[in-house]
């Protein structure tokens, strides 16, 4: 073969890889743009995030740890919205390692600037800054970002991630406040179900078993999200959540949890409870029924369990030692 034509045959072979790989991006394009349309379609006109809040001053993130203070709200008819769901999901970079602590909403705290309320009140007074001013005062733990979601779209949102259901095991009949009845027995949930699960606000273990199957849910969701059905339906997934979700987390910091969470798709994520076994007591305050906890009890629990290696190294250096 003559050199001119070994040129033009390699010409040609550049031209198709050129326009293979140009009409992959296209069809990529394409296909992302379609895909969050259609969310944005799923997500629907009722979806609005009108309400300005303080801004956020959360600190800077430490040693690779990350707060994020999630934020559920519960907006119904004509009142002000409280923070129905109040958690800190935990990450740290080094370890990839996902951690979930539920902070009970009838919690009696302090507010700065506005006395003793219940936990719940300081979204209702001061939104998502607040609530974080209000958990370092009373626990010492800064939080670096939030995210809040509007309750009216998580239904939406778990129907993305998890379209064949999520399987729970109901304990027994729930019905009262959910415009719904869930059987007992072991089932699976759609998205509407599922809200009406974690909702349920007269359980027989009070407002505790409530915060239990928030927990179970969002395990679950954890693990259906970072699955390969989710990545190929993240564009759709983004059109869903955008109109719902009032976050501060940079898509840096996004990508970098996510890319953790597959990396560690296997690992458990560990959950707690605030306040903890044996640290609180029922009580009757001028703002109704509240959790009056033992503050110094609670903090060290929080400590221990965000830093758990951290721990562990001091433990070894106690044995360590004469």
Same mark, same amino acid.
């Given at each position: 073969?003559?050199?001119?034509?070994?040129?033009?045959?390699?010409?040609?072979?550049?031209?198709?890889?050129?326009?293979?790989?140009?009409?992959?991006?296209?069809?990529?394009?394409?296909?992302?743009?379609?895909?969050?349309?259609?969310?944005?379609?799923?997500?629907?006109?009722?979806?609005?995030?009108?309400?300005?809040?303080?801004?956020?001053?959360?600190?800077?993130?430490?040693?690779?740890?990350?707060?994020?203070?999630?934020?559920?709200?519960?907006?119904?008819?004509?009142?002000?919205?409280?923070?129905?769901?109040?958690?800190?999901?935990?990450?740290?970079?080094?370890?990839?390692?996902?951690?979930?602590?539920?902070?009970?909403?009838? !919690?009696? +705290? $302090? #507010? @700065?600037?506005?006395?003793?309320?219940?936990?719940?009140?300081?979204?209702?007074? /001061?939104?998502?800054? *607040?609530?974080?001013?209000?958990?370092?005062?009373?626990?010492?733990?800064?939080?670096?970002?939030?995210?809040?979601?509007?309750?009216?779209?998580?239904?939406?949102?778990?129907?993305?991630?998890?379209?064949?259901? !999520?399987? +729970? $095991? #109901? @304990?027994?009949?729930?019905?009262?406040?959910?415009?719904?009845?869930?059987?007992? /027995?072991?089932?699976? *949930?759609?998205?509407?179900?599922?809200?009406?699960?974690?909702?349920?606000?007269?359980?027989?273990?009070?407002?505790?078993?409530?915060?239990?199957?928030?927990?179970?849910?969002?395990?679950?969701?954890?693990?259906?999200?970072?699955?390969?059905?989710?990545?190929?339906?993240?564009?759709?997934?983004?059109?869903?959540?955008?109109?719902?979700?009032?976050?501060?987390?940079?898509?840096?910091?996004?990508?970098?949890?996510?890319?953790?969470?597959?990396?560690?798709?296997?690992?458990?994520?560990?959950?707690?409870?605030?306040?903890?076994?044996?640290?609180?007591?029922?009580?009757?305050?001028?703002?109704?029924?509240?959790?009056?906890?033992?503050?110094?009890?609670?903090?060290?629990?929080?400590?221990?369990?965000?830093?758990?290696?951290?721990?562990?190294?001091?433990?070894?250096?106690?044995?360590?030692?004469?």
């Amino acid at each position: 073969m003559k050199r001119s034509e070994r040129r033009k045959k390699k010409r040609r072979g550049l031209r198709l890889v050129q326009f293979t790989v140009i009409s992959l991006l296209i069809i990529g394009i394409a296909y992302w743009v379609i895909q969050y349309n259609h969310g944005l379609s799923i997500a629907g006109k009722d979806a609005t995030k009108d309400e300005v809040f303080d801004p956020f001053e959360g600190a800077e993130p430490v040693f690779g740890e990350i707060n994020v203070l999630l934020l559920g709200g519960d907006a119904r008819g004509d009142e002000k919205a409280r923070a129905d769901t109040l958690m800190i999901a935990h990450y740290n970079q080094t370890t990839n390692d996902v951690r979930l602590v539920s902070i009970m909403r009838d !919690i009696y +705290v $302090d #507010i @700065p600037g506005h006395g003793k309320q219940k936990m719940n009140s300081a979204f209702a007074i /001061g939104g998502p800054e *607040l609530v974080r001013k209000t958990i370092k005062e009373n626990f010492d733990i800064d939080v670096h970002y939030y995210a809040m979601v509007d309750f009216n779209g998580f239904s939406k949102i778990v129907d993305v991630i998890a379209p064949d259901g !999520i399987e +729970v $095991d #109901i @304990p027994y009949t729930m019905s009262h406040g959910i415009y719904m009845t869930l059987h007992p /027995g072991k089932q699976v *949930l759609n998205g509407e179900q599922l809200l009406g699960y974690v909702r349920f606000r007269h359980d027989r273990l009070s407002d505790f078993g409530r915060v239990e199957r928030q927990q179970e849910v969002l395990t679950k969701l954890k693990d259906q999200a970072i699955s390969f059905h989710t990545f190929v339906n993240l564009p759709k997934l983004l059109g869903v959540v955008e109109p719902y979700i009032d976050t501060n987390v940079d898509n840096r910091t996004l990508l970098s949890i996510g890319k953790g969470m597959l990396l560690n798709k296997n690992a458990k994520m560990e959950t707690l409870r605030i306040p903890v076994a044996n640290s609180f007591v029922d009580k009757r305050e001028r703002v109704g029924e509240v959790l009056s906890i033992d503050f110094e009890k609670n903090k060290q629990a929080l400590k221990e369990f965000l830093s758990p290696a951290e721990e562990d190294n001091n433990s070894e250096t106690v044995e360590d030692q004469p």
